[in-house]
């Protein structure tokens, strides 16, 4: 196919493909998908190997949030059954952020509702920061707090993080009708500023929220043009009293499309299969593996993922190996702020619409969905 010989060689080279090419992908047959799959893993091979790496989250403060983001489990007036607690203190966090360690991530994301952190909130991060670092040698730290203000990206790396999470999520076209109370130009600012302050910035997308295939080349574009060092790429988790709980737009080949085209316009950037993983790709997991170079380790902020040992297993089984804290996740010409590479997020929401399988041909899989109610914020063991 020339397209994927051209999209190959583009990767190899890490020259952007035009847009049309882009939506080439994502408009591919089922027949055609074993062939993108191999051309994207390719690429992924070039830059990262058989590599995998792990990233743990750890939900500092679950719930409570005044923001309205539509595809949120923790919105404001959400009615989803969510665990709500507000700060988990550092010790607490430190313990949590252990067990995700011990079970082979490298990577810490600690995560908190919110529109934004106050600069009390800043200094408490920063207390769990300096504590999780102290207590486990060599872990890489990602936060994920919401909308930065002047001066707290710096302090945050001052504390030591290594890299900020915040997601563009979709298209800035479509951004007002996933959230009204603050804008997507507010998320770039935010992404800019981590840029600035010298963390890894770590900025992705949620698939599934109705949008076009156009919607996602353009959020895939623009983050691409903001030189993140990550994308962790979200399938909605269509949660039962959100605004797109009935949104199941997403089918297993649909999700490989859409990881491939992002491998394809972002080819040395660490590409992390994040929230919706086990719900949307479900039995294909492992092709994806071929896609992507990251993913999380057990549970997400609100939902519950597959054991811990089940996602070592799979990656073992597919023939790749999880990344060590001595190997460097990005390629050495990436290599410079922050850490290289990062963080992701959770995956909620929505979807409708978009050239992928319709709600009728994908199916509601309800079943699959648990609200997590282990780990942080609990009495239980976390999953990792
Ligand atoms: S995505 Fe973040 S800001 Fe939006 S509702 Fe959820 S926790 Fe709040």
Same mark, same amino acid.
């Given at each position: 196919?020339?397209?994927?010989?051209?999209?190959?060689?583009?990767?190899?080279?890490?020259?952007?493909?035009?847009?049309?090419?882009?939506?080439?992908?994502?408009?591919?047959?089922?027949?055609?998908?074993?062939?993108?799959?191999?051309?994207?893993?390719?690429?992924?091979?070039?830059?990262?190997?058989?590599?995998?790496?792990?990233?743990?989250?750890?939900?500092?403060?679950?719930?409570?949030?005044?923001?309205?983001?539509?595809?949120?489990?923790?919105?404001?007036?959400? &009615? %989803?059954?969510?665990?709500?607690?507000?700060? !988990?203190? /550092?010790? *607490?966090?430190?313990?949590? $952020?252990?067990?995700?360690?011990?079970?082979?991530?490298?990577?810490?994301?600690?995560?908190?509702?919110?529109?934004?952190?106050?600069?009390?909130?800043?200094?408490?991060?920063?207390?769990?920061?300096?504590?999780?670092?102290?207590?486990?040698?060599?872990?890489?730290?990602?936060?994920?707090?919401?909308?930065?203000?002047?001066?707290?990206?710096?302090?945050?790396?001052?504390?030591?993080?290594?890299?900020?999470?915040?997601?563009?999520?979709?298209?800035?076209?479509?951004?007002?009708?996933?959230?009204?109370?603050?804008?997507?130009?507010?998320?770039?600012?935010?992404?800019?500023?981590?840029?600035?302050?010298?963390?890894?910035?770590?900025?992705?997308?949620?698939?599934?929220?109705?949008?076009?295939?156009?919607?996602?080349?353009?959020?895939?574009?623009?983050?691409?043009?903001? &030189? %993140?060092?990550?994308?962790?790429?979200?399938? !909605?988790? /269509?949660? *039962?009293?959100?605004?797109? $709980?009935?949104?199941?737009?997403?089918?297993?080949?649909?999700?490989?499309?859409?990881?491939?085209?992002?491998?394809?316009?972002?080819?040395?950037?660490?590409?992390?299969?994040?929230?919706?993983?086990?719900?949307?790709?479900?039995?294909?997991?492992?092709?994806?593996?071929?896609?992507?170079?990251?993913?999380?380790?057990?549970?997400?902020?609100?939902?519950?993922?597959?054991?811990?040992?089940?996602?070592?297993?799979?990656?073992?089984?597919?023939?790749?190996?999880?990344?060590?804290?001595?190997?460097?996740?990005?390629?050495?010409?990436?290599?410079?702020?922050?850490?290289?590479?990062?963080?992701?997020?959770?995956?909620?929401?929505?979807?409708?619409?978009?050239?992928?399988?319709?709600?009728?041909?994908?199916?509601?899989?309800?079943?699959?969905?648990?609200?997590?109610?282990?780990?942080?914020?609990?009495?239980?063991?976390?999953?990792?």
């Amino acid at each position: 196919m020339d397209l994927l010989n051209t999209l190959l060689d583009k990767g190899l080279r890490r020259e952007l493909p035009s847009r049309e090419e882009a939506l080439a992908v994502l408009a591919t047959s089922d027949e055609q998908l074993l062939d993108v799959v191999a051309a994207a893993g390719k690429v992924r091979r070039q830059w990262f190997g058989r590599r995998v790496k792990l990233n743990y989250l750890v939900n500092l403060k679950s719930g409570l949030c005044p923001e309205d983001c539509s595809y949120c489990s923790q919105r404001l007036g959400a &009615d %989803t059954g969510i665990l709500k607690y507000t700060w !988990l203190k /550092p010790q *607490e966090a430190s313990e949590a $952020a252990a067990a995700g360690l011990a079970g082979g991530a490298k990577r810490v994301c600690l995560v908190a509702s919110g529109r934004g952190p106050t600069d009390r909130d800043v200094a408490r991060v920063s207390d769990t920061i300096r504590t999780i670092k102290e207590q486990n040698e060599g872990v890489e730290v990602c936060a994920c707090l919401g909308l930065l203000s002047d001066g707290q990206a710096e302090r945050l790396r001052g504390a030591g993080a290594d890299a900020y999470n915040h997601n563009l999520n979709t298209s800035e076209a479509t951004y007002g009708d996933i959230t009204k109370t603050h804008t997507y130009a507010d998320r770039v600012d935010t992404v800019q500023k981590a840029h600035a302050a010298g963390l890894s910035a770590c900025s992705g997308l949620i698939a599934g929220m109705g949008e076009t295939d156009e919607d996602l080349v353009d959020v895939v574009f623009a983050l691409r043009e903001l &030189d %993140t060092d990550s994308v962790p790429v979200n399938f !909605l988790i /269509p949660f *039962e009293g959100t605004p797109l $709980a009935k949104e199941w737009n997403l089918s297993p080949q649909r999700c490989l499309r859409i990881l491939a085209m992002v491998r394809f316009v972002c080819p040395d950037v660490e590409v992390r299969i994040a929230g919706g993983r086990e719900l949307h790709l479900r039995t294909m997991q492992p092709l994806a593996l071929h896609l992507a170079n990251s993913i999380f380790l057990g549970d997400y902020l609100t939902s519950e993922g597959q054991a811990g040992k089940a996602d070592l297993e799979m990656i073992a089984d597919a023939g790749f190996e999880v990344e060590t804290t001595d190997q460097v996740t990005l390629p050495e010409h990436r290599r410079g702020g922050g850490c290289g590479s990062v963080c992701g997020s959770e995956g909620s929401a929505p979807g409708a619409g978009g050239a992928g399988a319709s709600a009728d041909e994908a199916g509601a899989r309800t079943d699959l969905v648990a609200v997590r109610r282990r780990g942080a914020g609990t009495d239980l063991a976390p999953n990792a």
